[in-house]
Nanobody, 121 residues
Framework: QVQLVESGGGLVQAGGSLRLSCAAS????????MGWYRQAPGKQRELVAD???????NYADSVKGRFTISRDNAKNTVYLQMNNLKPEDTAVYYC???????????????WGQGTQVTVSS
């Protein structure tokens, strides 16, 4: 029903930047909040940032001032601009999307396959 295709991960030195993209597709009535989560080895998955359809953003304290989330509703795409990256940002980053398949259906969450971000010191 919904496919989330992520891109933009990779290896970068501390202080560098990366931009993640996630394009959502499928037979969906409406895409609601979209966001990014991350999971480091041995740790639980955590919210990095999310953004509502209207553009309200929410960030984890650890990334405030360094990461910026944005979205293009016409393209059903969410972006995460990551600046001043630190080794502790190393993790698999997952795109998340909350969507309604039909106007009358309850919304549910969908996940991307994940993209690796590695920050070297």
């Amino acid at each position: 029903q919904v496919q989330l295709v992520e891109s933009g991960g990779g290896l970068v030195q501390a202080g560098g930047s990366l931009r993640l993209s996630c394009a959502a597709s499928g037979s969906i009535f409406r895409f609601n909040t979209m966001g990014w989560y991350r999971q480091a080895p041995g740790k639980q998955r955590e919210l990095v940032a999310d953004i509502t359809r209207g553009g309200t953003t929410n960030y984890a304290d650890s990334v405030k001032g360094r990461f910026t989330i944005s979205r293009d509703n016409a393209k059903n795409t969410v972006y995460l601009q990551m600046n001043n990256l630190k080794p502790e940002d190393t993790a698999v980053y997952y795109c998340n999307c909350n969507a309604n398949v039909k106007p009358w259906s309850s919304s549910r969450d969908y996940w991307g396959q994940g993209t690796q971000v590695t920050v070297s010191s």
